[in-house]
């Protein structure tokens, strides 16, 4: 049974530019959330989506958006990047309330 | 605001010395609170999920524990591949985000 997937493993993107992460979720699992860790901290929580639908957001910029497909996969995407969204960029997903979300292993996006 | 600290920041220890680690937080209601373990590259893997105050968990050399205001995790005779970053994460309501700590960085030492 596949774990949560993402994908590309790692990426580097001038400022300005755009970029689209990928995410499979577990099997059986409906929900997906995002999250950003920068180096040295906990991950910090983008947005989540459930029925294809964006849910909750965290404290980030219209510049970060997403989208979630039939089949639970998803998609994060970030307009005009900065230096400062250099991080490993996390996808979760749960199979429904208050269960433990399981994380993939993450997009490492290096901003130059 | 909901906040999560964790501390030590770093913790070395000899292999077979054991220790805690510990997790205080400041929640407006506890819905779940969250152990993962994360190796360098890779992402967070679940450990433990604690509900209410007293509950204990339990896996291999770690145990997990929760009060009402923290949480600590033992780990019993650690081995040097018990070397990674712990991540504590609690949840206040339904389905809502994980509001995570800034982890501990444990090296165990053979």
């Known amino acids: 049974d596949a774990g949560v997937t993402q994908s590309p493993t790692h990426l580097i993107k001038t400022r300005g530019q755009q970029v689209t992460l990928r995410c499979s979720p577990k099997s059986g699992h409906d929900t997906v959330s995002w999250y950003q860790q920068a180096l040295g901290q906990g991950p910090q929580f983008i947005f989540q989506y459930y029925e294809e639908e964006e849910r909750q957001r965290g404290n980030f910029p219209d510049r970060f958006s997403g989208h979630q497909f039939p089949n639970y996969s998803s998609e994060l995407n970030v307009n005009a990047l900065l230096l400062g969204d250099s991080a490993l960029y996390l996808c979760?997903?749960?199979?429904?309330?208050?269960?433990?979300?399981?994380f993939g292993d993450g997009t490492r996006l290096s901003i130059l | 605001e909901d906040q999560v600290t964790q501390s030590p920041e770093a913790l070395r220890l000899q292999e077979g010395e054991s220790s805690s680690l510990n997790c205080s937080y400041t929640?407006?209601?506890?819905?779940?609170l969250f152990w993962y373990r994360q190796d360098p590259g890779k992402g967070p893997e679940f450990l433990f999920t604690l509900y209410s105050a007293g509950e204990e968990k339990e896996k291999e050399r770690l145990k997990a524990t929760l009060t009402k205001k923290e949480s600590f995790l033992h780990i019993t005779a650690p081995k040097p591949e018990d070397s990674a970053t712990y991540l504590c994460?609690?949840?206040?309501?339904?389905?809502?985000?994980?509001?995570f700590g800034k982890g501990t960085r444990l090296s165990v030492i053979a």
């Open positions: 929640v407006s209601g506890l819905r779940g």
């Open positions: 979760a997903s749960s199979p429904g309330s208050n269960q433990p979300q399981h």
């Open positions: 994460a609690v949840r206040t309501s339904g389905n809502t985000p994980l509001v």
